[in-house]
T-cell receptor, first 111, second 118 residues
Framework: GQNIDQPTEMTATEGAIVQINCTYQ??????LFWYQQHAGEAPTFLSY????GLEEKGRFSSFLSRSKGYSYLLLKELQMKDSASYLC????????????FGTGTKLQVIP | NAGVTQTPKFRVLKTGQSMTLLCAQD?????MYWYRQDPGMGLRLIHY???????AKGEVPDGYNVSRLKKQNFLLGLESAAPSQTSVYFC?????????????????FGDGTRLSIL
């Protein structure tokens, strides 16, 4: 099975950089996803990592270390609209490739 | 660009009532999922389908049934609603992976159904 840990809440200042960590234990690994979820809305896809290293997409970057069972999401030049929950999700390597979600990190951006 | 559409958006039921939640996707996706999201619990998989006519149990299937008679639709049924089923329900779909070695297709989510059982 999968076990995923993320901090429950974080606060950061507008314009700053914030790093949201995710650690996981898995019986088989086939990729890690980050989703953004604004309050009362659906999760939306941000990034995907399956190989070690950094993936960059504009103000958002995601890093993966498979040997450490560790990922982080880096948000640069924070904007007020980045206030949301950020969900880490791990896909396993079984035939169905089930995705397990962490409980999410609620990020509050303050002026 | 409808994507994944869930109906209804809100519903209040009494204990013991039944209802069906509908999920429709227009992306020709093979895989469809039903999740529930509760405070502090994250998204938990109820049932899923890997293609038309197929369904399988997820982490928390008890009290729910599903059907996928058409590729674009995935129905979630509650036969006898209980207060413990008060939650926000999300449907999601995913297409086939484009690379045979790397699974890189994300799930696309509907806007959710907020269900309260009294």
């Amino acid at each position: 099975g999968q076990n995923i840990d993320q901090p429950t809440e974080m606060t950061a200042t507008e314009g700053a950089i914030v790093q949201i960590n995710c650690t996981y234990q898995t019986s088989g690994f086939n990729g890690l996803f980050w989703y953004q979820q604004h309050a009362g809305e659906a999760p939306t896809f941000l990034s995907y990592n399956v190989l070690d290293g950094l993936e960059e997409k504009g103000r958002f970057s995601s890093f993966l270390s498979r040997s450490k069972g560790y990922s982080y999401l880096l948000l640069k030049e924070l904007q007020m609209k980045d206030s949301a929950s950020y969900l880490c999700a791990v896909r396993d390597s079984g035939g169905y490739q089930k995705v397990t979600f962490g409980t999410g990190t609620k990020l509050q951006v303050i002026p | 660009n409808a994507g994944v559409t869930q109906t209804p958006k809100f519903r209040v039921l009494k204990t013991g009532q039944s209802m069906t939640l509908l999920c429709a996707q227009d992306m020709n996706h093979e895989y469809m999922y039903w999740y529930r999201q509760d405070p502090g619990m994250g998204l938990r998989l109820i049932h899923y389908s890997v293609g038309e006519g197929t369904t399988a149990k997820g982490e928390v299937p008890d009290g729910y049934n599903v059907s996928r008679l058409k590729k674009q639709n995935f129905l979630l049924g509650l036969e006898s609603a209980a207060p413990s089923q008060t939650s926000v329900y999300f449907c999601a779909s995913r297409g086939h992976d484009r690379d045979g070695l790397i699974s890189n297709q994300p799930q696309h989510f509907g806007d959710g159904t907020r269900l309260s059982i009294l």
